[in-house]
């Protein structure tokens, strides 16, 4: 029996949570078009409606959600799985109550875990999965294998594109690169798209009508439009700060564009195909793509 046998059993073994938390994978074809900012700021306003939120920095090279928040965690996933600690010790704490957990290298690692180590990482993923109503894991930037990974692993992406060219191409390149991969169910994922920092709400539709057209041609994969953030001085002067730029300045016309992108996540119905759906699956489907290696 192979090692991604042995995870199969383990997770059938692995009595189901009730509910799962539903699990939104942030990504985008390049870097510097503002997914971590979108991915702290969407985490704020959905807990401030009331939903229990956890970020998962995926983006082992560059700490970008530690320094929008201004917190340095003590410990991250790697503790978890290597040095003992428990799935509360590697939660560190946010504004409005948000969760945040450090990949670390423990991502990276994932391949070189024992059957044991499988064991106690998914029991403590489906705990995870208890405790939060939603998980925001942001990615690395670009189109690299630990990227696609998590996207192909996961059933919700949100896709932050800007009017940048480089943005535009960078974004299909990584769709195609999604696409053509063996494990990438395309009929169990939700691709949607976030326009930012545009001119105009009317420019970030015709951004998106842009790229899904495109992607509908030669893909053939369903892409949703989320909606539009405009380009807000504000927003890099929060960063400056390290405060959230939806809570420093929150009457800015980009804070009121989150506030409805995240008020209209709220209100999507999540996937119930238990095969795709949760945190534990997400990093089952991870692990197996990186044991077929």
């Keep these: 029996m192979d090692q991604a046998e042995q995870l199969r059993n383990i997770i059938k073994q692995r009595r189901?949570?009730?509910?799962?938390?539903?699990?939104?994978?942030?990504?985008?074809?390049?870097?510097?078009?503002?997914?971590?900012?979108?991915?702290?700021?969407?985490?704020?306003?959905?807990?401030?409606?009331?939903?229990?939120?956890?970020?998962?920095?995926?983006?082992?090279?560059?700490?970008?959600?530690?320094?929008?928040?201004?917190?340095?965690?003590?410990?991250?996933?790697?503790?978890?799985?290597?040095?003992?600690?428990?799935?509360?010790?590697?939660?560190?704490?946010?504004?409005?109550?948000?969760?945040?957990?450090?990949?670390?290298?423990?991502?990276?690692?994932?391949?070189?875990?024992?059957?044991?180590?499988?064991?106690?990482?998914?029991?403590?993923?489906?705990?995870?999965?208890?405790?939060a109503d939603y998980i925001i894991i942001d990615t690395g930037a670009g189109i690299n294998d630990s990227v696609l990974e998590f996207v192909v692993a996961s059933s919700e992406v949100l896709?932050?594109?800007?009017?940048?060219?480089?943005?535009?191409?960078?974004?299909?390149?990584?769709?195609?690169?999604?696409?053509?991969?063996?494990?990438?169910?395309?009929?169990?994922?939700?691709?949607?798209?976030?326009?930012?920092?545009?001119?105009t709400m009317e420019e970030g539709k015709e951004l998106y009508n842009k790229l899904n057209t495109v992607v509908s041609k030669f893909l053939n994969i369903p892409l949703e439009f989320m909606g539009s953030i405009p380009q807000d001085n504000h927003v890099p002067k929060a960063v400056m700060q390290q405060k959230p730029f939806s809570l420093l300045y929150p009457n800015t016309i980009s804070s009121k564009a989150i506030i409805e992108i995240a008020e209209l996540m709220s209100k999507i119905t999540p996937n119930t195909n238990n095969n795709v759906n949760g945190i534990a699956h997400l990093f089952t489907n991870l692990l197996k793509a990186r044991l077929r290696r």
């Excluded at 690692?109 to 024992?114: D, G, K, P, R």
């Excluded at 594109?161 to 690169?177: H, N, R, V």
């Design 16 to 131: 189901q949570p009730k509910a799962n938390a539903k699990v939104i994978t942030v990504t985008s074809g390049k870097g510097g078009v503002g997914k971590s900012s979108i991915s702290v700021n969407i985490a704020i306003q959905l807990s401030k409606l009331g939903q229990r939120v956890i970020i998962l920095d995926a983006d082992f090279g560059l700490a970008n959600v530690e320094v929008m928040l201004g917190i340095r965690p003590r410990y991250n996933l790697a503790d978890l799985m290597f040095r003992g600690k428990d799935l509360q010790d590697i939660i560190t704490r946010g504004p409005e109550n948000i969760g945040f957990i450090s990949g670390g290298s423990g991502i990276q690692e994932l391949t070189n875990i024992s059957k044991d180590q499988i064991v106690y990482l998914t029991q403590k993923l489906f705990e995870l999965n208890e405790i």
């Design 159 to 199: 896709l932050v594109t800007t009017p940048e060219p480089t943005s535009i191409t960078d974004a299909y390149a990584l769709l195609k690169a999604v696409n053509r991969n063996p494990q990438f169910l395309k009929e169990h994922t939700s691709i949607k798209m976030i326009s930012n920092r545009v001119s």
